[in-house]
């Protein structure tokens, strides 16, 4: 099967991967015939990227990231404690946060678990799943990604779980910020701006008063908006005045943001994400926090379509660990015409060769 934006998938297209809504039921089954209509349906639901079946393609499978179960009921437990505190006063807040605490992080435990135990490299992009908050789902995401990180790292399993929900917390200060203005669809005013900016505080004073949590957990949600040369907020922090977690929930935090839909811009490809990180790499991201990402989250996709910079054309067809820009290719195209026998190359081995370009079909 193919990865393709979902503005390039036709009338009569199938899908390959069942798509899920928020609360992890199918929406749309793998197999479905697409109409106009479907897909219309898709591009309003801000659904960025979708795998196609295709006959040539058929023998590729990417993996899922975490098992649909363990995804659902995570997102379910952000869900309700997230829209629990939007309707609270921050000392009902404190109370509603302290009573899930064994709940989020015997969900950590869990996702740290099979984040080890599955040897392919994290993609969230296999697993496609419509929002009705782009908070509860990014929260899932930005700890997913975070584990990542952590685990190759190599953080032992304390550090990992209080990084965990140091991640899954991270935004609980946004809950705090007027709905009318955290939803709001049009350019923000400076004031409302500055509003929003206010989540990281908000955050921190939350959840510094929660004595099941550990501080560092508080100080994930207060520094993952600080920039290595001061330029982030709400401190101006610098360097090593920013803890540890704060730079990495600050690598997942940007790369989530980016490689998913928004009112004012399309979702980024993850190697376009992660050129992003790549230009704030020393100025306002940790570089070895940037590796360690690289490492552990497939950049270019299984099922994704690229260019390799001999000319020939294919489609990413297994990851090799470790080495996300590496990944084995299906060769479909070779000196401009399509082939009738494809065949697979390993960029791990074909160290002359490198994906110069990425396309959406």
Not at 43 to 60: G, N, R, S
Not at 124 to 142: C, E, G, K, P, R
Not at 210 to 231: F, K, M, N, W
């Amino acid at each position: 099967m193919r990865l393709v934006t979902i503005d390039s998938v036709k009338p009569g297209d199938k899908l390959g991967r069942n798509i899920y809504n928020d609360n992890g039921n199918i929406l749309l089954a793998a197999g479905k015939e697409l109409s106009e209509k479907l897909i219309n349906r898709l591009v309003q639901l801000d659904i960025p990227f979708a795998y196609i079946e295709d006959e040539q393609t058929k023998h590729i499978k990417p993996g899922t990231s975490i098992p649909e179960q363990l995804r659902r009921e995570a997102a379910d437990t952000i869900k309700k404690i997230l829209n629990d505190i939007k309707h609270e006063n921050s000392v009902s807040a404190s109370f509603i946060v302290e009573k899930a605490v064994r709940k989020f992080s015997g969900l950590i435990r869990s996702i740290i678990g099979e984040i080890k135990g599955n040897k392919e490299l994290l993609s969230l992009l296999a697993d496609v799943y419509t929002y009705d908050n782009y908070i509860f789902t990014h929260s899932l995401n930005v700890t997913l990604y975070t584990l990542a990180i952590g685990i190759e790292l190599k953080l032992d399993q304390k550090q990992a779980e209080i990084l965990g929900l140091g991640a899954i917390l991270h935004d609980v200060g946004k809950m705090l910020v007027p709905t009318e203005v955290l939803m709001k669809e049009g350019r923000l005013t400076e004031e409302e701006f500055h509003m929003i900016k206010k989540h990281s505080e908000f955050g921190f004073h939350l959840l510094r008063g929660i004595h099941t949590l550990p501080l560092l957990v508080a100080h994930c949600a207060y520094q993952h908006h600080e920039r290595l040369d001061g330029s982030g907020y709400p401190r101006g922090l610098v360097s090593d005045e920013i803890h540890q977690f704060g730079k990495i929930i600050a690598v997942a935090d940007v790369f989530d943001a980016v490689t998913s839909n928004r009112v004012y811009r399309k979702a980024m490809l993850p190697h376009e994400g992660l050129e992003i990180l790549y230009a704030g790499s020393g100025s306002q991201f940790d570089p070895n926090v940037i590796e360690a990402f690289r490492k552990a989250v497939a950049i270019y996709p299984t099922g994704l379509t690229v260019e390799l910079s001999d000319g020939r054309k294919g489609v990413v067809s297994a990851q090799n660990s470790g080495m996300s820009e590496r990944p084995k290719i299906f060769i479909l195209e070779q000196k401009g015409r399509k082939l009738d026998h494809a065949y697979e190359i390993n960029l791990q081995t074909e160290t002359s060769l490198m994906i110069v370009q990425c396309m959406p079909e």
